[in-house]
């Protein structure tokens, strides 16, 4: 703009704040800016100076104020105006085009370690603090009875909590008292993990603070790391021996976007590397011209415009059931899903489905949610009723015991997206404690109304072009689909008796929560790694016995690098070198089918066992830069890798996290050769009792049932 003027002067006003601070990268940026063009000026032949000043008096950065206790503490002291000026006078007459004016405690400033951008400023050698001095709580712990070593870290640690906060000492700092209660951001949450990086000599992840909420949790994690005690650490074997007949899968059943209608193709969209995400549903009622806005603060709108939607989902053949049309109108759809794949479950098992009537089969269903009542509020058909059990959450397990006359347990859970796989858990227990014969597990979504993309929107959870980036680093959010699945459980004995296709084996599996979390909603990843822990003791296993995981991977900035990093501490250690644990996502394929995503991973998992392959996830630009990926052997499925059978069978765990804090993890192992001829999976249309053919005959090759 002032290239053309004869300039006596050109000063631009800088800033050194950005220096060992957090938050401040986008001003960083602009200082860089004016950084570069002082330069550019000053290499043209015109005059040109760019100060970077420290601050002077009080300080304030928009509505927000530096506290100056925070300056000192980083060895960067406020300045007064008069040197401040007399320093900007000095420089004026001088030659250079960028300059740092600022009264800085040397001792405090390079007291932390080494850094690059004071290296030729300072000597290393002058520092107060000895070489060594990362280690040195961990020799005053390890010098300690072991009585003692826990008040000594959790003094260490609450001081530098109090610090981090400000506090003059630590009696604000309660042992037991949430971080985010005492006044911590993600960026305080940084800070102190940087400073217990220093303090310990460890590497500990950017996630600590969400892993361990208090100041005594964070004393016990690191007390365990210090004294290396983390991998003594043991887990009871709940349910009993399952070696001499273990729960298998004998049957799946699924509906999932982009045409999915059966596990075969499911498994063509994920060796195909398919991405099933598609526009707003046109059939629905949706006013899809209005929903969508870019603005994540404007209300009533979603700045994401796809997702992976179900075709059709208001098709479904009543009179099969014996539903009169009123009732069948009136059902959640996410019932309706439930009842054909049920049906098709027993189908694909060698089972009539009317011949179970009367039989000990038990009815796990997992759900998230019901917003269909919401259509039916704005509907003119008269429904009444019917409308209570049609949106009950309660009736999605009692609809298919109902229809199907199943006797053994029938219950209902919502966890929200961990419900199915928690389902899967709840149905192997119940079989191997002998309340069941068999088991129907189920999960199902149905987006009937916009409502969780607009809820979600608020929230800046979503991903912008709807998919999730599991693990990688340009994850932006979540990307919601829909979705439903049935998978058929029995003893190996029964299948085996009855000449029941086995197609996996779930090994063992757990569930437990996060507890006292860091935030209602916040992933623990701690409680992640004991949940996983806990399957693999279920399930008589160590780490390096286990291939693959299928992650619950959602595609988001914070989730993902915890459930990366409780991976990295748990299946990432001890593992043969030429066994990484392989990880990977299909929500990358589907989008995330919420109550259905636990049951969508298995399924997966089950078809790459038979296949001898694990499908690629994908959007991944560059593993993310979140997650230490050097802390453990685990690699990110960006291409598609070849699982060949070896000297023991092929296992895989299947991960699923709810919003509620209700964790669950389960692991499939290869399914053992049969002792003798067992019945084929139907591929085809299937004879029905009347002549009739089956539900499931008439998809995907005849007309969808009306």
Partial sequence: MLADRDLTAFVLFSSLLFLGSVGQAGYAAANAALTALAEARHAAGRPALSVAWDTVGRHRHGRHRTPHHQLRRSGLAPMDAAPALAALERHLAGDAPCVVVSDVDWARLTAAGARPLLAELTDPTDRTAPADDDAALRREVLALHPSSRHAAVLEAVRTQIADVLGHASIAPVEPEAPLSALGFTSLLALDLRGRLNTLTGLALPATLVFDHPTADALARHLLHELAGTRSTETVAATGGDQSDDPIVVVSMSCRFAGGVYTPEELWRLLSDGADAMSAFPTDRGWDTDSLYHPDPDHEGTSYAREGGFLPGVGAFDADLFGINPREALAMDPQQRLLLECSWEAFERAGVDPRSVRGSRIGVFAGTNGQDYPAALHNSAENLA?????????????????????????????????????????????????????????????????????????????????????????????????????????????????????????????????????????????????????????????????????????????????????????????DRPADRPLWLGSVKSNIGHTQAAAGLAGVLKMVLALRHGTLPATLHVSAPSRHVDWAAGDVRLLTEAQPWPAGDRPRRAGVSAFGVSGTNAHAILEQAPEPDGPTAPEPDGPTPRPGGRRSYRGCWPGGPRPR
């Fill in 385 to 573: 009723g019917y409308v209570a059990t049609g949106s009950a959450a309660s009736v999605f397990s009692g609809r298919l015991a109902y229809a199907f006359g199943l006797e053994g347990p029938a219950l209902t859970v919502d966890t929200a997206c961990s419900a199915s796989l928690v389902a899967l858990h709840l149905a192997s227990q119940a079989l191997r404690a002998g309340e069941c014969s068999a088991a129907l597990v189920a999960g199902a979504t149905v987006m009937t109304t916009p409502g969780v993309f607009v809820e979600f929107s608020r929230q800046r959870a979503l991903s912008p072009d709807g998919r999730c980036k599991a693990f990688s680093d340009d994850a932006d959010g979540t990307g919601w689909g829909e979705g439903a699945a049935v998978v058929l459980l029995e003893r190996l004995s029964e299948a085996r008796r009855h000449g029941h296709p086995v197609l996996a084996v779930l090994r063992g599996s757990a569930v437990n929560s996060d507890g006292a979390s860091n935030g209602l909603t916040a992933p623990n990843g701690a409680a992640q790694q004991r949940v996983i822990r806990q399957a693999l003791a279920n399930a008589g296993l160590a780490t390096g016995d286990v291939d693959a995981v299928e992650a619950h991977g959602t595609g988001t900035s914070l989730g993902d690098p915890i459930e990366a990093h409780a991976l990295l501490a748990t299946y990432g250690q």
